[in-house]
C-alpha cells in the first residue's frame, strides 16, 4: 500500500492504494465515481476509457502510478454542465441503448474531436474502433461525432 | 633426360608467378586496393550472408515483425494476426486520436495471458520510414536494412547500436503466452553484428 494523491475532474483525492491497482478500481471504488464502466479488463471493449493528460487511457489496465502528478478526466468530469458537444451531441441523436459502454465512447470520442475536429466516416473509425458496443449503436454513434463536430464548429467550444 | 616438371606444367607456373609478381608489385602503388579487397570479398560474403540467415529468422519471427507490418495495422499472435481493434500507426508510429498505443501499452508488461504487452516507447515504425519486414525476402531485407533512405539515416556503427535499443529488446521479454524469437538475444547480437562487420552482403534470394 502506498500513498497516491489522485487528480480526477480536477479535485484531489489523497488515497491508499497498491501502486499496482488498476486506475479503474481506484476511480469508482477508492474516490467512489461510478460513471467509468468495467467491461472485459483486459484492454479489449473502451468501456473504462478516462482521459489522463488529455489521452483517451485504457483505465482497466493502467496502473493507479501512471496516474499519479497527472491529470484524470472521467465522463463525470468532461464538462461541469454535461455541456461538452460530444454530450450534448449524444442527447441530441438519443444515441445509448443499454447505455454501458458509452462513458468510454464519449470520452474517446472526445479525443477524436479535439485532434480531428472535422472527422471523415474513415478517422471515426480508426479512433472508435477499440470502442464496443454490444448493443450495437455504431450508427448512431457515427451519426452524433459528426453532429458533435457541428456544434463544436457554431459555439467553438473544444473537448 | 627426364624433366623434373613436364613442360606444360612449367609453362603454367611460370603464367601465373607471372601474374602473381605483377599483381604484387602493383601493390607498391596504392592502386589494387580492389584486388585485395576482392580475395576478402569473396570470404567475407559467405560469413556474412551465413551470419544473415540467423539475423533473418529473427527478424522474421513474430516478436519482431509484429511490429513491422506490410500495413499500417500491427500484428499480432504468434500467428502474426491483423491486431484486434485495428490500431492505426499514425504519422509518428504512436496511433491516432483514442487509439494510441499508450493508451494500452502501459511502461511494463502485464501480467496474464493475452494482457498487453509493454514498454515505454512502444510504437511502429513512422509513417514516412515504415521500415516493412512482412513479406519481405532475406535479400531484399538485407538490402532494405543498411540503406539509409530506408532505415531512419543509420550507418553500420548505429545499425549495431540498434541491436541494443529497448524495444528490440522488448522482443525478448514478450510477457505470458508469446513464443520468443528463435535465438537468445546475445546470440541474435552476435549474428548481427557479424553480418554487418563482414560486409552486409545480401543473401541471393
Ligand atoms: S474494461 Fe477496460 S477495456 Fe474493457
Ligand atoms: S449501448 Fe449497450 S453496450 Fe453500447
Redesign the pocket.
Known amino acids: 500500500m502506498a500513498k497516491i494523491t489522485l487528480n480526477i475532474n480536477k479535485k484531489d483525492y489523497p488515497l491508499e492504494a497498491d501502486p499496482q491497482m488498476p486506475l479503474?478500481w481506484a476511480i469508482r471504488d477508492l474516490a467512489g465515481l461510478k460513471g467509468t464502466?468495467?467491461?472485459?479488463?483486459?484492454?479489449?471493449?473502451?468501456?473504462?476509457v478516462v482521459h489522463l493528460d488529455g489521452e483517451a487511457v485504457?483505465?482497466?489496465?493502467t496502473k493507479v502510478s501512471r496516474a499519479a502528478g497527472k491529470k484524470v478526466v472521467t465522463i463525470e468530469g468532461l464538462s461541469e454542465t454535461n455541456s461538452h458537444p460530444v454530450q450534448k451531441a449524444w442527447q441530441e441523436i438519443d444515441v445509448p441503448q443499454c447505455g454501458y459502454c458509452h462513458s468510454g465512447q464519449i470520452m474517446s470520442a472526445a479525443v477524436l474531436l479535439r485532434e480531428k475536429p472535422n472527422p471523415t466516416d474513415q478517422d471515426i473509425d480508426d479512433a472508435m474502433a477499440g470502442n464496443i458496443c454490444r448493443c450495437g449503436t455504431y450508427l448512431r454513434i457515427r451519426e452524433a461525432i459528426h453532429t458533435a463536430a457541428e456544434l463544436q464548429k457554431k459555439t467553438g467550444t473544444k473537448g | 633426360m627426364k624433366q623434373f616438371v613436364p613442360k606444360k606444367a612449367a609453362t603454367v607456373l611460370s603464367i601465373f608467378i607471372f601474374i602473381v609478381a605483377v599483381g604484387a608489385s602493383a601493390f607498391r602503388n596504392d592502386a589494387p586496393v580492389k584486388q585485395i579487397t576482392f580475395s576478402t570479398i569473396n570470404r567475407d560474403s559467405v560469413e556474412s550472408v551465413q551470419a544473415f540467415e540467423i539475423v533473418y529468422k529473427t527478424l522474421m519471427s513474430p516478436r519482431c515483425m509484429n511490429c513491422h507490418p506490410a500495413g499500417d495495422v500491427p500484428l499480432q499472435g504468434d500467428d502474426s494476426h491483423l491486431h484486434a481493434m485495428g490500431p492505426k500507426r499514425g504519422l509518428d508510429g504512436k496511433g491516432v486520436y483514442a487509439m494510441k498505443c499508450s493508451n494500452c501499452h502501459q511502461e511494463t508488461n502485464i501480467a496474464g495471458l493475452h494482457m498487453p504487452p509493454g514498454n515505454p516507447e512502444w510504437h511502429l515504425p513512422p509513417a514516412a520510414m515504415k521500415m516493412v519486414f512482412q513479406g519481405k525476402s532475406a535479400h531484399e531485407l538485407a538490402k532494405q536494412l543498411v540503406d539509409k533512405k530506408q532505415n531512419g539515416n543509420k550507418d553500420i556503427k548505429k545499425l549495431i547500436e540498434h541491436a541494443d535499443d529497448g524495444l528490440v529488446l522488448a522482443g525478448w521479454d514478450p510477457g505470458e503466452g508469446r513464443t520468443l524469437p528463435p535465438v537468445t538475444h546475445a546470440e541474435f547480437k552476435k549474428a548481427w553484428i557479424t553480418w554487418l562487420q563482414s560486409g552486409a552482403y545480401a543473401p541471393k534470394k
Open positions: 479503474l464502466k468495467y467491461g472485459c479488463g483486459v484492454a479489449q471493449c473502451g468501456a473504462c485504457r483505465s482497466c489496465v
